[in-house]
T-cell receptor, first 109, second 112 residues
Framework: GEDVEQSLFLSVREGDSSVINCTYT??????LYWYKQEPGAGLQLLTY?????DMKQDQRLTVLLNKKDKHLSLRIADTQTGDSAIYFC?????????FGAGTTVTVRA | DAGVIQSPRHEVTEMGQEVTLRCKPI?????LFWYRQTMMRGLELLIY????????DSGMPEDRFSAKMPNASFSTLKIQPSEPRDSAVYFC??????????FGPGTRLTVL
């Protein structure tokens, strides 16, 4: 999606933290989302944040939202091999979601 | 909860043949979406239904593509005739009243 930009690749060592960044353009989005796609599978809703929040923590996942800069990030603490996947940032209202191109996260031993 | 169910999971067909993809949304979800995913174009929204009614089909590539939702628990996406450039993974998703989208496992379509 041209309205959502992400870096394409991230390589991280097992046990380290991963940080995936995303920028978006639509400031009217009510929610912003992170989806995870494992090889050969569909998109799994990983977490989301309401647009009036700055941060949301869910176990190993931390979402940070900087609404002024239209910047969203996903931090995965203690990254495991099972976290290897493509992570999509998405934003939008009502039914229309704009997805980024996805960040491929590779976890190396 | 079985999640969104799609069939078939894989489809290989020859150019010119008709292809029908099927989707069963999560029970109670009032919106259904068909997406296409390719390496070149990423995820594209093809069509969106709300309460079984097509609301936005502006993403449908051309007249060869059609989608129906005869009831709240079933939808089809049909391509007739199929072409090699239709090869992609087609996802169905449904959403609840809060707008949270849940995706099916996808149908990997290969048109030879």
């Amino acid at each position: 999606g041209e309205d959502v930009e992400q870096s394409l690749f991230l390589s991280v060592r097992e046990g380290d933290s991963s940080v995936i960044n995303c920028t978006y353009t639509d400031s009217s989005s009510t929610y912003l989302y992170w989806y995870k796609q494992e090889p050969g599978a569909g998109l799994q809703l990983l977490t989301y944040i309401f647009s009036n929040m700055d941060m949301k923590q869910d176990q190993r996942l931390t979402v940070l939202l900087n609404k002024k800069d239209k910047h969203l990030s996903l931090r995965i603490a203690d990254t495991q091999t099972g976290d290897s996947a493509i992570y999509f940032c998405a934003e939008g209202n009502d039914y229309k979601l704009s997805f980024g191109a996805g960040t491929t996260v590779t976890v190396r031993a | 909860d079985a999640g969104v169910i799609q069939s078939p999971r894989h489809e290989v067909t020859e150019m010119g043949q008709e292809v029908t993809l099927r989707c069963k949304p999560i029970s109670g979800h009032n919106s259904l979406f068909w997406y296409r995913q390719t390496m070149m174009r990423g995820l594209e929204l093809l069509i969106y239904f709300n309460n079984n009614v097509p609301i936005d089909d502006s993403g449908m590539p051309e007249d060869r593509f059609s989608a129906k939702m005869p009831n709240a628990s079933f939808s089809t996406l049909k391509i007739q005739p199929s072409e090699p450039r239709d090869s992609a993974v087609y996802f169905c998703a449904s959403s609840n009243l809060q707008g949270m989208k849940f995706f099916g496992p996808g149908t990997r379509l290969t048109v030879l």
